[in-house]
């Protein structure tokens, strides 16, 4: 599969006039010393897995514990927190600070601390249903405020632990044991909404593409942000096969739109080559390479701040599978919360003269209209 | 204001109440008057009382707001009963308060609002100023709105309705004239908040001065009354509410523990000014994240502990019910947390404004599961401050989230403050886990996060960022000691006890018995606000020969060791309280004791003279 992937934040340093440089993901995090290494065994905790055989999860586990030793940080400053559900079990595998909550509310409780703790590269993995349902509210939020945290979001289309009822994302007219005549309700596309939630990084993957999720994954610790991870992941006990059509070898290259910064929108392999253009009336369809003109075809800019072509692309996506988008949507700078609210304690603190001992307590507390009694 | 001439008669105490629309400013003219008598060293205590609407249609019923300061020269322990002199500011106040009022004492109205238009808002047919149905009390109507525009003729920039807006300071003058209050504050207070504005300053002061002298000259009012300042032990005072103490609290336990405050919340009335204060401090290092809702409020607060923070989360009792899931994780987690519920009444929405205590069987059971949870209930607006240091003790020392349950009526409360020595305050530091803490079966030195300190039974507190203490922890039952996913049925059991063993052994001072006579057969046992109505009933009790005891209880979860001894050794237990029977119910089922409860639910702290006569009644 090929794998264009954006630029790092770093590179995209400029694109957004913010007025202040925007670091890095992991800056301020320790790292090891010198050329000390990790490997994915350090990473290993020493609990027994328990997915079920085949499941999407154990390869987004191995992946990441795969990837965590590239990023060269002192392992006791990760933290994995997770909501509820199969993939929420992630934190107990993996030997490095974790919290396995409770359901939804994984990225509340990172926004704690990651604002508290600038130290710490803070991870959250979640599923549909502990992300899009009970935990709603609080994605949305985190995205628009921009805490500097990756949240890996499992996309199985079901709820797992609960053995099988349909999730936010499930195709409409699904037939699960809580809708025996099919649902009813129009599923969220989880990369529309974070997009629309004013996400500054968006991306896609798959959970048995080991290398573009790496890939993925290196570019969202890096952006300094809310990243939003979604990964295509199979339950091959409860909706087995859900993303068969774009894994299926033959299919895949006629349906996976990998996008690439600043490159032409394209899907299908080289003879067969289809470009995204956008027509008179401003909408996105694919052509025939031929038929593509230069001034109609669609570059995909993961940088704009406006991100109506972001989305527009997100929405090339169908219940059908036919093209499915890929890789970075978004990738924008944007001073993080985190950041903001401890500039402004930093501020307050320096201006001060520094941190506030005994005789500054006692003249805040003594408030300005005190009198004595002798 | 030297030179003033006439008589000055001495009182004992005054309780004053200022009402008029929510418009009308009588809030802030309730807290200038309360500073001033504080300045005057008198002890006071205050009751303001406001609608739930910000702004009521005018002239209604509805939009009336008060402000109740009762001062003495004696120890203040409610805000009164009943007003002896009330300022009502149009007809809607008067008729609002006029049953609180009792016959004989003073109203001082502004007449030109008892227009026919305002009066047949409020259904006075005939204006009671005129009409006689007021001769029972002494009335003095008082044209406070056209005067207040005359004395500011000087300042043509401003239109009628800014100068009418003045008037409040009218009304302030007038009364610091009244009872010889000094306005020095108050005008250091407007440079303050009117320096940019010098002709709205201009004009707040000229009516302060011309409601001052108006009193001084008019013949209506024949005397102006002095209170002397009460004994009080020497120190440097303040006047605080509840609210206020309470931030302070958070902020000075968390310097003496050695944490910063991260405090994440949600507004709701009337636990919001505890997100205010605390948004203004970060001069002291004070985190606060306002959340998108009550749940996120305690995750962020839950997620900061974790990395060794002191975490927080305020707001009052449907925040509570929001949080309940969360505060379950806490205790699972066994991480230190506050919780801070600002009760108010219920149950849903309930009275926004209005206090009660009856969340105390939510702080105690509101969770799923056996989660023990303590409880540390202020009893005074100034106690705030040190129920707050409390809890961040028992928080910090057994890992644990404890609830703090404050109420409407401490939290807006006022009464004077001998400022604690911050180094005075206990000590708190915290011992971060930094190393392992037991070895493995081949004696390799080993983390287990759920080996318990033998003494508290708390875990170790080990953050993030501590090499070699990588660990995980969830709200699945975990294994004793190593913390690992443990569906074992024993090791459930063994948990469960655990955490209720922890919650049981924590240290709590003896609960107080005051019984002057040593004759009582009868205990009254209070929580929470109550105090101050149930020491000034009971003290008014004693002085008519009813032998009565007292106890009242800040820790409610775990009682103290002493509790049940007491209780035990009267005839009869009265537990007034402003619920349904709570704690009555928490004491009957422990202690099994008769105790009787004196149950009210009216929004308002109990009055001195209905709990004189409860109390009269049971000792019989
Ligand atoms: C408050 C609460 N409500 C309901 C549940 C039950 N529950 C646990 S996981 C889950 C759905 C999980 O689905 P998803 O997030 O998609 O995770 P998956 O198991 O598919 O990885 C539900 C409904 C719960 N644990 N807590
Ligand atoms: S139920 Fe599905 S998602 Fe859950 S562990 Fe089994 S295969 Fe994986
Ligand atoms: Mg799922």
């Not at chain 2, 609180?100 to 305002?118: C, H, L, Q, Y």
């Not at chain 2, 063993?501 to 929470?528: C, F, H, Q």
Request: with cysteine.
């Amino acid at each position: 599969m090929a794998k264009p992937l954006g630029t790092t934040t770093h590179e995209h340093a400029g694109s957004v006039d913010l007025g202040m440089p925007i670091p890095h993901g992991l800056d301020g995090i320790p790292r090891l010393a010198g050329d000390a290494k990790l490997t994915k065994k350090d990473y290993t905790s020493d609990q027994e897995v328990r997915w079920c055989p085949g499941c999407g999860d154990y390869i987004i586990l191995n992946t990441v514990q795969s990837f965590l030793p590239e990023l060269g940080l002192r392992k006791e400053n990760i933290v994995f927190v997770s909501g509820i559900g199969c993939s929420s079990r992630f934190p107990y595998y993996l030997d490095t600070y974790g919290m396995h909550s409770i359901h939804g509310r994984a990225p509340a409780i990172a926004t704690g601390l990651a604002t508290s703790r600038p130290d710490l590269s803070v991870w959250v993995v979640t599923g549909d249903g502990d992300a899009l349902s009970i935990g709603g509210n609080h994605l949305i939020h985190a995205l628009r405020r921009n805490v500097n945290m990756t949240i890996l979001l499992f996309n199985n289309r079901i709820y797992g632990l609960t053995k099988g009822q349909y999730s936010p994302t499930s195709e409409p007219g699904k037939i699960t044991k809580s809708t025996p005549a099919g649902s009813v309700d129009t599923p969220f596309n989880p990369v529309s909404l974070a997009l629309g939630a004013e996400a500054t990084f968006v991306a896609r993957s798959l959970d048995n593409d080991r290398a573009h999720l790496s890939h993925i994954l290196r570019a969202a610790a890096a952006h300094r942000g809310t990243a939003l991870v979604e990964i295509y992941q199979n339950c091959p006990i409860f909706n087995d096969g859900a993303f068969d059509a774009i894994k299926d070898r033959d299919q895949q290259q006629a349906r996976l739109v990998q996008l690439a910064d600043g490159m032409p929108v394209t899907v299908g392999s080289k003879d067969a080559r289809q470009v995204l253009v956008r027509t008179d009336e401003g909408k996105l369809v694919f052509v025939p390479e031929a038929e593509a003109t230069p001034e109609r075809t669609v570059v995909h800019n993961a940088s704009d701040p406006d991100p109506s072509q972001q989305f527009a692309l997100s929405r090339i996506d169908d219940a059908s599978m036919t093209h499915v988008p890929m890789g970075i949507f978004r990738q924008v700078e944007r001073p993080t919360y985190d950041d903001l609210v401890r500039g402004q304690i930093d501020a307050a603190v320096t201006t001060a003269g520094g941190p506030a001992g005994d005789a500054e307590l006692a003249t805040l507390i003594a408030g300005r209209d005190t009198w004595t009694v002798a | 204001m030297e030179g003033m001439s006439g008589t000055k008669t001495p009182l004992d105490r005054v309780v004053i109440r200022f009402a008029g629309d929510s418009g009308d400013g009588m809030q802030l003219t309730g807290d200038r008057f309360t500073a001033e008598t504080a300045a005057l060293g008198n002890d006071l205590s205050t009751l303001p009382n406001f609608p739930a609407e910000i702004r009521a249609p005018q002239g209604t019923l509805p939009g009336v707001s008060s402000f109740q300061v009762h001062f003495a020269d004696h120890d203040v322990l409610t805000p009164g009963d009943a007003p002896d002199v009330l300022v009502a500011m149009n007809p809607a106040a008067l008729k609002a308060n006029l049953p609180e009022v009792p016959r004989g004492a003073t109203i001082i109205a502004d007449k030109d609002e008892f227009s026919t238009r305002n009066l047949s808002k409020v259904g006075y047919a005939t204006n009671p100023l005129e009409d006689g149905s007021l001769e029972s009390w002494h009335v003095h109507p008082v044209a406070l709105t056209s005067m207040t525009v005359e004395a500011l003729a000087a300042y043509p920039s401003l239109t009628r309705k800014e100068k009418e807006r003045a008037k409040n300071m009218f009304a302030l003058g007038l009364l610091s004239w009244m009872y010889s209050r000094p306005t020095d504050g108050t005008r250091a207070f407007l440079q303050g908040k009117f320096g940019a504005k010098p002709d709205i300053l201009g004009a707040n002061l000229a009516a302060l001065d011309a409601g001052w002298n108006y009193g001084e000259t008019t013949e209506d009012f024949v005397s102006s009354y002095e209170i002397a300042p009460a004994p009080m032990a020497s120190g440097t005072y303040r006047n605080v509410t509840g609210n206020t103490a309470l931030s302070y609290g958070l902020v000075a336990g968390a310097h003496r523990a050695g944490l910063q405050v991260v405090l994440g919340s949600y507004p709701i009335t009337p636990a919001s000014d505890i997100l205010h204060t605390l948004s203004g401090l970060k001069r002291y290092g004070v985190m606060t994240l306002q959340a998108e809702d009550e749940i996120a409020g305690i995750g962020i607060a839950l997620g900061a502990a974790f990395g060794g923070k002191l975490g927080v989360t305020s707001t009052s009792g449907p925040g509570v019910a929001l949080k309940s899931e969360t505060i379950g994780l806490a205790v699972s987690l066994e991480l230190p947390l506050i919780v801070v519920d600002v009760q108010r009444g219920g149950p849903s929405t309930g009275l926004p404004t209005k206090t009660e205590q009856a969340d105390l069987l939510q702080a105690m059971y509101g969770r799923n599961g056996e989660a023990p949870v303590p409880i540390v209930a202020p009893c005074s607006p100034t106690d705030c401050f040190d129920a707050a240091v409390e809890a961040v003790r028992i928080a910090t020392t057994y890992r644990t989230p404890v609830m703090l349950l404050s109420d409407g009526y401490l939290a807006n409360g006022a009464e004077p403050w001998q400022l604690p020595e911050i180094a005075e305050l206990p000590d708190l530091r915290v011992d971060f886990a930094s190393g392992p803490n037991a070895e493995d079966a081949k004696g390799a030195p080993v983390f287990q996060p759920y080996l318990r300190d033998p003494n508290t039974l708390a875990r170790p507190w080990a953050v993030p960022g501590t090499p070699g203490l990588e660990h995980r922890i969830g709200g699945i039952e975990k294994a004793d000691v190593t913390g690992n996913i443990s569906y074992d049925p024993d090791n459930h059991e063994r948990m469960t006890h655990l955490r209720q063993a922890k919650i049981d052994g924590i240290t709590v001072p003896d609960v107080e018995v005051i019984d002057p006579s040593g004759e009582a057969r009868l205990l009254v046992l209070g929580w929470g606000s109550t105090y101050g109505p149930i020491a000034a009933a009971a003290r008014t009790a004693r002085a008519n020969g009813v032998a009565v005891a007292t106890a009242h209880l800040r820790h409610l979860n775990p009682f103290p060791a002493n509790l049940g001894g007491v209780l035990r050794d009267y005839e009869k237990v009265l537990v007034p309280e402003m619920n349904a029977g709570q704690l009555a119910m928490l004491v009957r089922a422990k202690y099994l004791i008769d105790a009787q409860s004196y149950a009210r639910v009216r929004g308002v702290p109990f009055t001195t003279a209905e709990l004189v006569e409860a109390i009269t009644a049971l000792a019989g």
